[in-house]
T-cell receptor
């Protein structure tokens, strides 16, 4: 079946540091890929998505590129802020079902 | 903006009680989902519904049932709560043809 692999963390960074959260997947067919973010005390919200190979999703300074050859969708941000502290979920959508990774907790310290 | 609301943010129940978790969305979405979120396990799909009165089992349906009598409302029922059902429960909705899910704020359930 489909699966998404990401590290659980926590990832702790200083403000303005560069962020990478790795995400790899296995899926049949050609899934769409997503990053969702969960701020403390809230539900998940869509951060960015990509629907086909080589697409780049971007939002709020975050980027991720759909790499079919490496089955990856790594999340990056050039300069993190304290307000980016949250849990980040990588997900894929295939055949009406969405499969989520376990979530990576990011802590940004001033 | 899509709004998904859940009836309670926090809930404490006793083992063996029947528990109802309610979810309402206001954007006429056809599809609704119930997940549970646990540390180290991420989100796991319990049940989903793609239309009124329709339901399908997700990955972990045991111990749960659902009800979808109206398009905007999707209820999760724990027939006899057990301590291993202590978790965060998240409801989501999605419009047919779109792949984006919209989530409610979650209900943190503690079963004693």
């Amino acid at each position: 079946g489909d699966s998404v692999t990401q590290m659980e963390g926590p990832v702790t960074l200083s403000e303005e540091a560069f962020l990478t959260i790795n995400c790899t997947y296995t899926a049949t067919g050609y899934p769409s890929l997503f990053w969702y973010v969960q701020y403390p005390g809230e539900g998940l919200q869509l951060l960015l998505k990509a629907t086909k190979a080589d697409d780049k999703g971007s939002n709020k300074g975050f980027e991720a590129t759909y790499r079919k050859e490496t089955t990856s969708f790594h999340l990056e941000k050039g300069s993190v802020q304290v307000s980016d502290s949250a849990v980040y979920f990588c997900a894929l959508s295939s055949l009406r079902r969405v499969t989520f990774g376990i979530g990576t907790k990011l802590q940004v310290i001033p | 903006d899509v709004k998904v609301t859940q009836s309670s943010r926090y809930l404490v129940k006793r083992t063996g009680e029947k528990v109802f978790l309610e979810c309402v969305q206001d954007m006429d979405h056809e599809n609704m989902f119930w997940y549970r979120q646990d540390p180290g396990l991420g989100l796991r799909l319990i049940y989903f519904s793609y239309d009124v009165k329709m339901k399908e089992k997700g990955d972990i349906p045991e111990g749960y049932s659902v009800s979808r009598e109206k398009k905007e409302r999707f209820s999760l029922i724990l027939e006899s709560a057990s301590t291993n059902q202590t978790s965060m429960y998240l409801c989501a909705s999605r419009k047919t043809g779109s792949e984006t899910q919209y989530f409610g704020p979650g209900t943190r359930l503690l079963v004693l």
